[in-house]
């Protein structure tokens, strides 16, 4: 995971694949995911504060993807504080 993560933060043209391959990989983990899941929404908080509006985009996606997999592993009030995260960001100039 730590590999995948740290992957992830190479988004470039590839960005949707390396997307796609990451979502991939939490969900096939599942639960075993857990101990990780903090350390993803905080690389997804930063990826959220990117100038860059295609990084904020797959940052956003990201959330989608492995909402799934927070719910399984009873992280409600992390998926609640991202859900806080996304609304804060409606407002600003966010695609």
């Known amino acids: 995971v730590d590999a995948s993560?740290?992957?992830s933060n190479a988004f470039g043209k590839e960005g949707q694949v390396m997307l796609d391959g990451f979502g991939t990989v939490v969900n096939a983990l599942g639960e075993r995911?857990?101990?990780y899941l903090k350390?993803?929404?905080g690389?997804?908080?930063w990826r959220l504060n990117n100038?860059?509006?295609s990084v904020r985009m797959q940052a956003a996606d990201l959330i989608g993807r492995i909402a799934?997999?927070?719910k399984a592993c009873s992280e409600d009030q992390l998926m609640g504080h991202m859900g806080v995260v996304?609304?804060?960001y409606?407002?600003?100039e966010y695609p």
């Open 5 to 7: 993560l740290t992957g």
């Open 33 to 35: 995911c857990k101990p």
């Open 39 to 41: 350390q993803i929404a």
């Open 43 to 45: 690389t997804i908080k």
């Open 51 to 53: 100038k860059a509006p």
């Open 68 to 70: 799934i997999v927070m």
């Open 86 to 88: 996304l609304y804060e």
């Open 90 to 92: 409606l407002g600003e």
